[in-house]
């Protein structure tokens, strides 16, 4: 069974800190990992990938796909209020359609 | 419309109720899917509907649960006999593409809150 877990579970932070949220997989035949923020009831979408080491960004986010260490990485810089959420990782497979949720890190920042 | 939109937004059952709970997905949109999170939790699948077709059901946890989507658009989950650890928000998702696939992520409703008392 497909495996997703997510470290640190909370984490609380100052505005302007940089923080990393870890996520790991174990994904039989994977295909992508996605990140999504969820503040208070809809997930919302921000990163997916599937190419190892290629860094994607939007803004002070960004993302990593380490597949040969099973996991990825998402950092936020300059941290901002509005970040506060809980930061969802999701791995797909090949076989089926379904997104293998995390637990998820909720993030609280300090004004 | 705009986004996923789910109704109603809160349900209190009693336990032994039936509950039906409505996703209208993003027009357009081929794939549905229903997932369930509870408290301090991650979303767990559910169920997905290819336009009508229901393609995967293996989430459902029980024969209780049962999701139709009849004209490939507005989906349905449905309930029955409702117990305490049913209680959970249920969460629907649709994306333009076939599945979950890297071109077309999943866009999600605000959920329905479901309480069993």
């Known amino acids: 069974e497909d495996k997703v877990v997510q470290s640190p579970l909370s984490l609380v932070v100052h505005e302007g800190d940089t923080v990393t949220l870890n996520c790991s997989y174990e994904v039989t035949n994977f295909r992508s990992l996605l990140w999504y923020k969820q503040e208070k009831k809809a997930p919302t979408f921000l990163f997916m990938l599937?190419?190892?080491?290629i860094e994607k960004k939007s803004g002070r986010l960004s993302s990593i796909l380490d597949k040969k260490e099973l996991s990825s990485i998402l950092n936020i810089t300059a941290t901002q209020t509005g970040d506060s959420a809980i930061y969802l990782c999701?791995?797909?497979?090949?076989?089926?359609?379904?997104?293998?949720f995390g637990t998820g890190t909720r993030l609280t920042i300090i004004p | 419309g705009a986004g996923v939109s789910q109704s109603p937004r809160y349900k209190v059952a009693k336990r032994g109720q039936d509950v039906a709970l409505r996703c209208d997905p993003i027009?357009?949109?081929?794939?549905l899917f229903w997932y369930q999170q509870a408290l301090g939790q991650g979303p767990e699948f559910l169920t997905y509907f290819q336009n009508e077709a229901q393609l995967d059901k293996s989430g459902l946890p029980s024969d209780r649960f049962f999701a139709e989507r009849p004209e490939g658009s507005v989906s349905t989950l449905k309930i029955q006999r409702t117990q305490q650890e049913d209680s959970a928000v249920y969460l629907c998702?649709?994306?333009?593409?076939?599945?979950?696939?890297?071109?077309?992520?999943?866009?999600f409703g605000n959920g329905t809150r479901l309480t069993v008392t």
């Open positions: 999701a791995g797909t497979n090949f076989g089926n359609e379904k997104l293998t």
């Open positions: 599937t190419s190892s080491g």
């Open positions: 998702a649709s994306s333009f593409s076939r599945g979950s696939s890297y071109n077309s992520p999943l866009h």
């Open positions: 027009s357009g949109h081929v794939s």
